[in-house]
């Protein structure tokens, strides 16, 4: 044995001398990539009907010319969340399943070399990103803390090695582990998701010790403030773990992630002070990543010294990809000709932006077709195009695309008057401040240190994402803006003026985001398990809401928005004055 041993290390160290002559003594490579293209694909935005201003076909014009500028050097890849957030993706989910699926097709012309997959990726369900999707890409998802329960190995491929300029790059892939919180389990049926950091810290070590990487890249869909709701970089299944699994665990010399769109770019010092460089580009294809990675070795420790430089590239400043544009042609076609099939009529228009505020036809729509479809005697509704409208007249499939914009589904559950309460009290309190008077904040903004209202990207930050901001009908109740927040619910009686009752069980309907801890109203607000939930759980849909805002339309015909009258906010003359006060955060254009 012994003998054996010295000659493996013999061996070893002989193929180690090889490897080192062969190698370059200087060498760039470009790293290129997207993420949360959410369904920008095709060169013509199929929900707003117009051209798009950003999409894959912009992305290939420029991959294309990185190629042909540094040939043998450019890898490209993507961190996830492909299937959703366009009518194309729906009609390729669920109404064209047998045709080859767009996304796969899309990559594969591009020529990605790794895809990453995300938590809206997964929300498909598993006949679409695993039994369809994921055998169509010519490299299946990147993605190593997707656990196979049974088997208890990553469902898909871990990680991938490339060799670009003679220099050996290693991709560890990963997905934010909070899953669970968000969507149910009959969704991913077979998989658990593990923690970012100790997935890092089992596959680091087998990736250098198995493949010896001159560079070691993260593809992570997942975020970089790993601050929210509390948390830190010693939070387990962390929403946002890029930061800790770079910051916790040495070897990363990039990461690449997604899931915030934040357009971030960052440089982060690991536990062993080394910096790590952090890419964190934004959706729908209108930034591509880039690294440049310029590696000298030196001798005297027989490794490469890195210099990485990174930037977010405009794809606004590159045209689409006219031979791209014709390949996809046909879906352009097929999914306009889909979404253009009228359903209803409506007799006014729909604006999506009063829903921040207080009560609002467009959400008033959205508790009806929930009250209808499930019966039950109380609906929770959310915002989810606080910025959109849909227009007086014929209503498509195209206009539902933006009335109800996720890929949500319907549960219906047995609640107490008590918990119904506890429920709105905790929604209302993260999106409504508590006034001094009526020139202060309508809304719960964030604010810096010195007082001023925070901004990201996407403008003024909220306490809690609008899509979080919830308001309820088939129950009467006040909104008072004088009481401290938490405390503001004023439930007065069924909407039918019977009374409410505290300690009776209603039948409560909801969006599967929230039922799943969305939001955290169930966890937070009511205090319940996964367990809990679900044994107050009478129906879980298999339609999404979409459809039976659809069903509802084709049953009614002509639609006349009007508003319920569920609920009032109080003061009245504080809660005019603080919507025009807010208005010049949210609307600048109100100003």
């Known amino acids: 044995m012994k003998a054996l041993s010295l000659g493996i290390s013999a061996l070893f160290a002989a193929t180690v001398l090889l490897s080192c002559a062969s190698r370059p003594k200087e060498a760039d490579i470009v790293v290129l990539y997207t993420t949360d293209v959410h369904g920008a694909y095709l060169h013509y935005d199929i929900r707003n009907n117009m051209p798009a201003v950003t999409s894959m076909a912009n992305v290939s014009t420029y991959v294309k010319q990185q190629r042909e500028e540094h040939p043998d050097a450019v890898l490209l890849f993507d961190t996830g969340d492909c299937l959703q957030g366009q009518p194309s993706m729906y009609y390729y989910n669920y109404v064209d399943t047998l045709s080859p699926h767009l996304v796969p097709l899309a990559y594969n012309y591009v020529g990605y070399d790794a895809v990453g997959l995300g938590n809206h990726d997964v929300e498909t369900g598993e006949k679409v990103y695993h039994d369809r999707v994921s055998p169509q890409f010519r490299k299946r998802w990147l993605c190593a803390n997707a656990i196979d329960e049974r088997t208890g190995e990553p469902m898909f491929t871990p990680y991938r090695v490339f060799t670009r300029s003679g220099i050996k790059v290693a991709v560890l892939g990963m997905i934010t ?5 968000w969507l149910p389990k009959k969704l991913w049926p077979h998989l658990e998701f593990q923690d970012m950091v100790e997935c890092a810290e089992y596959w680091i070590p087998i990736i250098q010790q198995k493949e010896q990487p001159d560079v070691l890249i993260g593809l992570f869909h997942s975020g970089t403030d790993y601050h929210v709701d509390g948390n830190d970089l010693d939070t387990k299944k962390n929403e946002n773990g890029s930061i800790p699994a770079a910051t916790k665990v040495p070897g990363f010399d990039l990461i690449l992630c997604g899931h915030d769109h934040q357009g971030n770019m960052l440089t982060i010092t690991n536990v062993n002070g ?48 006219e031979d791209y544009c014709k390949t996809f042609q046909y879906a352009v076609n097929e999914v306009n000709h889909y979404v253009d099939a009228p359903i209803g009529y409506l007799t006014e228009t729909l604006y999506g932006e ?36 849909v227009p007086v ?43 001094k008077d009526e020139n202060d904040h309508l ?57 409410f009752d505290r300690a009776k069980t209603y039948k409560v309907a909801l969006n599967s985001y929230q039922a799943n801890g969305g939001g955290n109203f169930v966890p937070e607000g009511l205090g319940w398990t996964k367990q809990d939930f679900e044994s107050h759980v009478i129906e879980w849909s298999d339609k999404d809401v979409r459809q039976y805002v659809a069903d509802y339309i ?38």
């Open 177 to 181: 582990p909070n899953i669970a919180a």
């Open 354 to 389: 009063p829903s921040l505020y207080g009560p609002s036809k467009f959400m008033d729509l959205i508790h009806n077709v929930q009250l209808e479809a499930t019966g039950a005697d109380v609906s929770f509704a959310a915002v989810l195009a606080a910025h959109d409208s």
């Open 554 to 591: 084709q049953k009614h015909d002509t639609i006349v928005p009007s508003l319920r009258g569920d609920w009032t906010v109080v003061p009245e003359n504080w809660f005019k004055k603080g919507i025009q006060t807010d208005m010049k955060f949210i609307s600048p254009n109100q100003r």
């Open 443 to 499: 809304l719960a903004f964030m604010f810096d240190e010195n007082g001023n209202v925070e901004y990201n990207v996407y403008g003024p930050r909220f306490l809690t994402p609008t899509y979080n901001f919830t308001s309820a009908a088939g129950i009467k109740y006040k909104i008072n803006l004088d009481k401290p927040r938490g405390n503001q619910l004023q439930i007065i009686s069924m909407s039918d003026g019977s009374k």
């Open 274 to 321: 080394d910096s790590v460089k952090v890419l964190d580009a934004q959706t729908a294809a209108a930034k591509v990543g880039r690294a440049v990675i310029h590696l000298a070795f030196d001798k005297q420790t027989n490794q490469y010294k890195k210099q990485i430089e990174t930037e977010l590239i405009d794809m606004t400043e590159y045209k689409p990809d």
């Open 393 to 435: 007249g014929p209503i498509t499939m195209r206009q539902l695309f933006t009335l109800y914009r996720y890929e949500n589904t319907l549960v219906t559950v047995n609640m107490t008057g008590e918990e119904i309460e506890k429920y709105l009290n905790y929604g209302f309190s993260k999106q409504y401040n508590g006034m």
